[in-house]
């Protein structure tokens, strides 16, 4: 379901953010995201904040059009994400495994 959210979100070549709500922490959902993104061997950096903390891979080698991808601490945890639909299809899954 989350997979079809997030295509159906991806207009043009620079996709609206998705938010979606998580009862998972920082710490479980990052672990969870960095294993997929390693398994796939997909690039990935985190840089954290005082809310939570945002993933991405832009800048990359390889990587035309990156996602970001921002937690955000709070009730509910917030989940936001943005990118090209080729870089949104490519993740949507491990958001959707994670959440």
Do not use: K
Not at 52 to 81: D, H, K, M, Q
């Amino acid at each position: 379901m989350f997979i079809a959210f997030l295509l159906a979100h991806a207009v043009d070549a620079r996709a609206p953010s998705n938010v979606v709500a998580t009862a998972r922490s920082m710490d479980s959902f990052g672990q969870c995201f960095t294993r997929s993104q390693d398994r796939q061997g997909r690039a990935w950096s985190f840089v954290p904040n005082d809310a939570g903390g945002t993933f991405s891979n832009r800048g990359a080698v390889g990587v035309a059009e990156g996602y970001e991808l921002r937690f955000r601490e709070g009730v509910p945890n917030r989940i936001i994400v943005s990118g090209s639909a080729d870089e949104l299809s490519r993740i949507a899954r491990a958001v959707s495994e994670c959440r």
